[in-house]
């Protein structure tokens, strides 16, 4: 499938109270592909994906998609092409696994229209690829924390939009199903041309699943481009204020970043001597 939605931020400036957290910020989602936005705490990652779902708004600048602002959009017009999965997401108490899911639906519901076999489907086949099939007749809150997030992730994926947004997916998962979440993600991509925007902690998960990275730093764009322009010494060095080396994954080719901490600096790269002798 070819992605033809557009989403792009222009001169966003977003905040809470008195505080500023994103400024005049300027970024364009490839269609089709799979963006991860990274940086430091409070850098505004989550600041800027709640206000491209319109559950923030700016307090100047748009958001657009297809050209159109999306916080002038119905909010059900809307959903249909969009989803979030936000972050630390909280059920209804009591909810069972399928009827949450289930609610990944209700964008395409009408007010008189029923619910179809395909509806079924979406849910079926979003609890199988999430693995949580088996859960489907248990209460929400009964589950682990593991457990809990796929069931969200599950929910996002029933709601079948051409654009997906995940606040911190791999959240409280282990390593295992971090990345049985991401190679999902990125079939959801590959087949179906689901354009992804995720926001991850994890740098080398970002660089190795992601066509497209966007380091924020200070609610600012600092880098953006594939992982190989962004994922940097200098970036790192500049985003989160750490040492490293950068090598290419034996596994994906893609760049790997090695920190270096305080205690493992007995024989520092001739690099690393030269940039903290002009500090």
């Known amino acids: 499938m070819t992605a033809t939605h557009h989403l792009v931020a222009e001169g966003l400036t977003l905040g809470y109270g008195d505080r500023t957290v994103i400024e005049d910020l300027d970024l364009l989602v490839p269609p089709g592909r799979i963006s991860a936005i990274v940086g430091a705490n409070a850098c505004g990652k989550s600041t800027l994906l709640r206000s491209m779902t319109r559950l923030l708004a700016p307090r100047d600048g748009q958001v657009l998609l297809d050209g159109n602002a999306v916080h002038r959009l119905p909010a ?7 989803g979030l999965l936000p972050q630390s997401p909280i059920a209804p108490e009591g909810i069972t696994v399928a009827h949450l899911v289930g609610r990944g639906r209700h964008p395409h519901q009408g007010v ?7 509806d079924d489907a979406a849910v079926a086949a979003a609890l199988e690829a999430t693995q949580t099939t088996g859960l489907a007749e248990r209460a929400v809150d009964e589950l682990s924390g593991g457990q809990r997030q796929r069931v969200w992730i599950a ?4 709601q079948q939009t051409d654009l997906l947004l995940l606040d911190e997916p791999t959240t409280f ?27 991850l902690h994890d740098l080398n998960m970002a660089a190795r699943y992601a066509d497209h990275l966007v380091a924020l730093a200070s609610g600012r764009v600092h880098a953006v481009g594939t992982p190989a322009e962004v994922l940097t010494v200098d970036t790192v060095q500049a985003v989160f204020g750490l040492d490293c080396q950068v090598i ?4 994906s080719g893609k760049p790997l970043m090695l920190p270096i901490g305080r205690h493992h600096m007995s024989s520092p790269t001739p690099d690393l001597v030269s940039r903290r002798s002009d500090a």
């Open 248 to 251: 290419p994954d034996p596994t």
């Open 76 to 82: 059900k017009e809307l959903a249909r092409t969009l």
């Open 173 to 199: 998962l282990d390593v295992s199903h971090q990345i049985e979440v991401l190679d999902l993600l990125t079939d959801l991509n590959r087949t179906r041309g689901t354009t992804i925007v995720m926001v």
């Open 112 to 118: 008189f229209t029923r619910w179809k076999r395909e």
């Open 155 to 158: 929910m996002a994926l029933a």
